[in-house]
């Protein structure tokens, strides 16, 4: 009897244990891996903004407001993601490539789609969950919301336009066309993916916008732009 009894104790202590174990692992996914990212995401952010330089620079009117990026390398921060839907200081880095790793720094930009401004599709990918969760509320996001996507060459305006809900195979969301693959682009689009349901990678949220219209730094981005709509998140 007390050998049974030291064994069901034993177990009693192995499964406190292993419980004690997986409440910290979910702790650190949940809760550590965001207080980790956004610190390096801001710092990552803030190394943009010195290296884009202040904005309504003189040296920079002559710059053409089409102007587009052509080429970034792999893993690299290229841009700014603002959206004034999820509240004034929201801002996420932007990087070349949707590997794993890059998904942890921040927005990550399908290689081979348009870059900010160009016509075609500019597609990015962003956690929901984890690691700064940067797509937290990308499900709030509502018709005619503005996003605006800030390089070293302008600010590019996006609004939003409409949301679908789909497979995570079906990746004709990122054509140049979305949703029309081996149609020749004629705007330029913004799309925005993020798993779906919360805690679940079986579905892929996604977001639609337009252009609206690329500003040089030179000129500033004017103050309307970044208005918190009513409802605004964060």
């Known amino acids: 009897m007390k050998r049974l009894q030291r064994g069901v104790r ?5 499964f406190i244990t292993l419980a004690l174990f997986l409440f910290l692992f979910i702790a650190w996914q949940l ?3 965001d207080v980790t990212a956004n610190r390096a995401q801001t710092v990552t952010i803030h190394a943009l903004e010195r290296s884009f330089g202040p904005a309504g620079t003189p040296a920079r009117a002559a710059a053409d407001p089409k102007a587009v990026l052509t080429k970034v390398p792999f893993g690299q921060a290229f841009a700014i993601m603002r959206i004034p ?6 801002a996420r880095p932007v990087l070349q490539g949707t590997d794993t790793d890059t998904l942890t720094k921040g927005i990550a930009h399908y290689p081979g789609t348009a870059f900010p401004g160009q016509v075609g599709n500019f597609a990015v990918a962003g956690h929901r969950t984890t690691y700064g969760k940067p797509f937290s509320n990308i499900d709030l996001l509502q018709s005619g919301d503005i996003i605006v996507v800030e390089t070293k060459i302008n600010y590019v305006v996006y609004a939003v336009d409409r949301h679908v809900i789909v497979a995570p195979d079906q990746v ?4 140049p066309v979305p949703q029309h693959p081996g149609v020749q682009p004629k705007q330029a689009w913004l799309t925005m ?3 779906h349901p919360r805690f679940s990678a079986n579905q892929r949220y996604v977001v639609f916008a337009k252009l609206v219209r690329s500003i040089t730094r030179a000129s500033g981005l004017p103050a309307s732009y970044m208005a918190a709509p009513v409802g605004t998140v964060g």
Do not use: K, M, N, S
């Open 85 to 90: 839907r999820f509240g004034a200081d929201y």
């Open 172 to 175: 004709e969301v990122i054509a």
């Open 10 to 14: 034993t177990l009693g202590e192995v």
């Open 31 to 33: 809760w550590w891996t």
């Open 193 to 195: 993916t993020a798993c």
